[in-house]
């Protein structure tokens, strides 16, 4: 039987294109320019589409590792991993207006995030932009080594927050990491843009 809804005590956000923006073809065009790889190859890599790649960066593997990896796929000698991760860093840029949402719910809420990233990742978004301030816990994959769209990690960010699914909204904008977590009884949304959000917040019973 699904739980009902009850009154709202936490709300987590996903950190990529909710909090922080970011677009793989910025530090694509940037490689582009060290290794004369085409575009498109790069971009197989950086978004994801290489399983092996994409499970060592999540789930913490060392840069030089994934690196290297990257390096056999592309078939080339050898790459400064010190070097690209500064240049895919440069990808990232913050969802300004998200902000002020942010405080508001503060006052009445948990505010918490959870996201799929790489300690590079990590520690340049941490320093460059002090997203701490305002997600709290802040929930990595590369930490605990479970990833969305697994539900393994909703269930770990539900004991970590001490509140019951019916009682959390969590927001993302990719479609089956909301299905994962309403199936574990998190209510979801689907992260558009900022207006919609405060619609889709206040329809939970969100004050804002």
């Known amino acids: 039987m699904k739980?009902?809804?009850?009154?709202?005590?936490?709300?987590i956000f996903d950190v990529g294109n909710v909090v922080l923006f970011y677009d793989h073809r910025i530090?694509?065009?940037?490689?582009?320019?060290?290794?004369?790889i085409d575009v498109g190859k790069i971009l197989y890599i950086l978004e994801g589409k290489n399983k092996r790649f994409v499970d060592m960066f999540d789930l913490g593997s060392s840069s030089k590792k994934y690196w290297n990896l990257a390096a056999k796929i592309w078939k080339i000698k050898k790459i400064s991993y010190k070097k690209f991760d500064g240049v895919w860093n440069t990808m990232f840029w913050l969802n300004n207006a998200i902000f002020p949402i942010l405080k508001k719910l503060k006052v009445r809420y948990v505010v918490a995030g959870i996201s799929n990233i790489s300690f590079s990742h990590k520690r340049y978004?941490?320093?460059?932009?002090?997203?701490?301030?305002?997600l709290k816990p802040l929930i990595f994959s590369c930490d605990v080594k479970m990833r969305k769209p697994n539900q393994d990690i909703f269930r770990f960010?539900?004991?970590?927050?001490?509140?019951?699914?019916?009682?959390?909204?969590?927001?993302?904008?990719k479609i089956e990491n909301i299905e994962s977590a309403k199936k574990v009884g998190i209510n979801g949304i689907v992260?558009?843009?900022n207006k919609k959000l405060i619609k889709d917040l206040r329809k939970l019973g969100v004050s804002l």
Do not use: C, Q
Not at 3 to 11: D, H, L, Q, Y
Not at 157 to 173: G, M, Q
């Open 27 to 36: 530090a694509a065009r940037k490689m582009f320019k060290m290794i004369d």
């Open 125 to 134: 978004i941490l320093k460059e932009y002090k997203i701490k301030k305002f």
């Open 191 to 193: 992260f558009k843009n």
């Open 157 to 173: 960010a539900l004991k970590k927050l001490k509140v019951k699914p019916s009682e959390t909204i969590f927001i993302d904008d």
């Open 3 to 11: 739980e009902r809804r009850g009154k709202i005590k936490a709300v």
